[in-house]
Each structure stands twice: as C-alpha cells, then as structure tokens.
C-alpha cells in the first residue's frame, strides 16, 4: 500500500470520527434543548397552579378556626357537665343526710346497727311530683 492510500484512509478515519463527533453533538445539544423545554412546561405548570394555593390557604385556615372553636365548645361543655355532677353529688348528699335525719328521729330504725344504711332509692328523673306512687308490696310513698 502506498503512502497517499494510507493517508486517504487515514483522512477517511478521520472525517468519519468528525462526523460521529458532530453528530453526536448535535444529539446531546437536541437533548438539553428536549430537556429545557420540558422543565419550562413544569414551571409553567406549577405557577398555573400555584393560583390555587392562597384558596387552600385561606381554607385550611377556616378548618383550624371551626376545628378551635369545637375544641372550646367540647370544653366548655364538659365543664357544664362537672358543674352539674358536683350539684348532682350535693343535692344527693342533701338527699341522704334529709333520710339519715328522718331514720335518728323514727325509732323505728336503728342506726346503731352493723347493717344500717339509709333508705336512698334512686330517683326517676322525670318524676318531680311528690304524689304517692305505688310501691311492689301495694303499699303507697311520696316520690
């Protein structure tokens, strides 16, 4: 082989790689360029629906509001409901103690007993009248 046909093959090879290089290039450049246009699409996107953020915002917002407001009105309803179990427990004290009162003035009842208890019975709560009611023995008492 003579030496202008090494050199045109070599001139070859090199034109070739030259071209594998451009091309490959051009490849990459297309890509970035694929690659930066999706990215502004996403952002485009993303600003588009950052308008809704203010909106949920402003509703999360007014859920912490009614969510503390139930929060005060559970609390408040639950100190009602102390209040009225500690005026429950008095009147029921007052209740007993009227009994045990009755029981040391009828000496019928002996208080001095080891099985002595005054006679609570639990009351109706929708019976506030003091009529005589019939009790499982026939007999009759005051409500």
């Keep these: 082989m003579s030496a202008a046909a090494l050199l045109l093959i070599l001139l070859l090879f090199v034109i070739i790689v030259a071209v594998v290089v451009v091309v490959a290039l ?61 005026g429950l427990s008095a009147e029921e004290a007052t209740y007993e103690d009227r009994v045990r009162e009755a029981d040391r003035l009828d000496p019928s009842v002996d208080q001095q007993a080891d099985d002595y208890a005054p006679e609570t019975t639990e009351i109706d709560p929708g019976r506030t009248s003091t009529e005589p009611t019939q009790d499982d023995q026939g007999g009759s008492h005051r409500a």
């Design 26 to 86: 051009m490849l990459t450049r297309r890509q970035e360029q694929q690659r930066t246009d999706r990215a502004r699409g996403l952002r485009q996107e993303a600003t588009a629906g950052a308008a809704a953020i203010p909106e949920a915002q402003v509703r999360a917002r007014e859920a912490e509001v009614e969510a503390e407001r139930a929060r005060l009105e559970a609390q408040r309803a639950e100190e009602t409901a102390a209040q009225a179990q500690q």
